[in-house]
Structures are given as structure tokens and as C-alpha cells.
């Protein structure tokens, strides 16, 4: 058994990556507030848990990405509806970028992003193969180090103000 792909961070990042993943698929039984409350509590867990993961190798196991682009825009737009006017625009910084420019990105579509990694990276960890497992997650940390950690906390800072700063939205949300 490889030590990285069983790790006990590991194994609980998972765990969490399906508790989101599963969130976001199925929005419906969610009031808009409903929906900003989990987000606001799931997002950091699920960020501490990619930052606690152990250091990967790729392997030449043939990692898939299981979801498509129609699937992504289902995502975006169940998240679009659910947020209605309150679907912001979310200042990201470039990490790779050298005049630290922001770019922005609506919130709906960030966390789009970031089911789009953890769904590919937990259906091949659901694989079996050892291999695949590992280069899944060894994608997924670097996914999250240079592209979506950073859109997490942008979104993170959004659904703070939304959870704290109450607005007439709370109750009743127009798509």
C-alpha cells in the first residue's frame, strides 16, 4: 500500500472533497442563505485539508478528467440561480503573474473550478489503481497551489460578506 495515497490527511481530504463534491451536484433541498452557510464552513476545512496533503509523484497512470464542460456549466448555473444578483464578481490574485494583477471571476463559476479538480481528482482516488490515485492527487495539489487555493479564498472573503453583511438577498434571492 503506498503511505502518500493512504496517508491519514489524505484519506480526510477525500472526505471532504466528496462533501463538496456532492453539495454542489445537488444545490436543490438549499435556500440561497442555506447554500452560502455550508460553503462558508466547508471552504476553509476543505482548504486546510489540500494544504495539509503530503507531497506526491506522478506516476504513469493514466489520470481522466470525468468532468465535461456541460457538466461544469450545470455546476455554474445551478450555482448562478441559487445566487441570483448576489452572484459576485470575486477579485483573484494571479499568483504567477508579475505586477500582482487581480483578475475577477463570479462566484458561481469559482466554485465551478473547484468542484471541476476535486470531482476528477476523487473519481480516479475511487479508481482502486495506486497509481492513478497518486497522479490524481498529485495534479489536484498542484492544481490547488497554483490555480484554485487562491480562488477558494477569493471566494471565501465573498461568501464571508454575504454570511455577515445581510442583505435584503437573504430571504428571498431573485434570479
Known amino acids: 500500500m503506498n503511505p502518500r495515497v493512504f496517508n491519514k490527511n489524505t484519506i480526510e481530504f477525500v472526505t471532504v472533497c466528496k462533501e463538496f463534491v456532492t453539495f454542489c451536484e445537488d444545490l436543490n433541498p438549499y435556500e440561497p442563505h442555506q447554500t452560502v452557510q455550508v460553503l462558508h464552513r466547508v471552504l476553509p476545512l476543505l482548504y486546510l485539508k489540500a494544504s495539509l496533503l503530503p507531497v506526491f509523484e ?25 445566487f441570483g444578483e448576489m452572484d459576485l464578481e470575486c477579485d483573484i490574485p494571479e499568483i504567477n503573474s508579475q505586477n500582482n494583477e487581480k483578475a475577477t471571476a463570479p462566484l458561481s463559476e469559482i466554485l465551478a473550478d473547484i468542484y471541476q479538480d476535486l470531482k476528477n481528482t476523487i473519481t480516479n482516488y475511487q479508481s482502486g489503481d495506486e497509481d492513478i490515485m497518486e497522479s490524481s492527487l498529485f495534479l489536484c495539489r498542484q492544481n490547488f497551489e497554483l490555480y484554485w487555493g487562491s480562488r477558494l479564498t477569493a471566494a471565501l472573503a465573498t461568501l464571508h460578506m454575504l454570511n455577515y453583511q445581510k442583505g435584503e438577498w437573504w430571504n428571498d434571492v431573485k434570479p
Open 58 to 82: 506522478s506516476q504513469e497512470g493514466n489520470v481522466e478528467e470525468f468532468v465535461s464542460e456541460d457538466i461544469y456549466m450545470l455546476i455554474v448555473q445551478s450555482f448562478e440561480e441559487k
